[in-house]
């Protein structure tokens, strides 16, 4: 999936879109995400300008992301439909590298409860084959129309 097709599962735009693409995905189990850091994120002009470093909880927030489109894509369902899923809590979460632009997030995201109204889920961020950050995530369905 490109980022076109990423905005029907979405409601995230510039800035705060942070999966640029969809990589592979299995129905009810896992997915796995892209997202390239570049310098130009407006997050790099305060957080830190001499040493820039992508924040961890934007880290969380693109596993978060991966999360919504494994769960409305499982469920069949895109935003027209009128739900959302939103990040609910996060259980475990762990940062073991910095992220700097120029690096490239691969996002994995399986889930390990799919409910009714919401999903547990266990994320995980690499840069290249290193483990960056580790999060379960809940994530939780509303009726927004």
């Keep these: 999936m490109e ?11 510039y800035p705060f879109l942070l999966v640029d693409r969809v990589l592979e995905f299995e129905e009810n189990q896992r997915i796995v995400t892209m997202k390239n850091i570049t310098i130009n994120e407006p997050q790099f002009n305060g957080h830190f300008p001499e ?4 924040p961890g909880v934007m880290i969380v927030e ?11 894509r ?3 369902r895109t935003l027209d439909d009128g739900y959302i899923y939103y990040l609910a809590g996060t259980d475990k979460t762990k940062f073991k590298r910095s992220v700097i632009p120029g690096d490239q997030l691969r ?5 390990i409860n799919l409910r009714t109204h919401w999903m547990k889920a266990q994320g995980k961020a690499f840069v290249g ?3 960056v950050c580790s999060s379960i995530l809940t994530c939780a369905e509303q009726k927004v129309s």
Aim: avoid cysteine; aromatic fraction near 10%.
């Design 3 to 13: 980022v076109t097709d990423i905005w029907k599962y979405l409601p995230h735009r």
């Design 51 to 54: 040493t820039p470093v992508f």
């Design 62 to 72: 693109a596993l978060a992301q991966s999360a919504g489109i494994l769960a409305f």
């Design 74 to 76: 499982s469920r069949d």
């Design 107 to 111: 996002l994995e995201v399986e889930i």
């Design 129 to 131: 084959d290193t483990l």
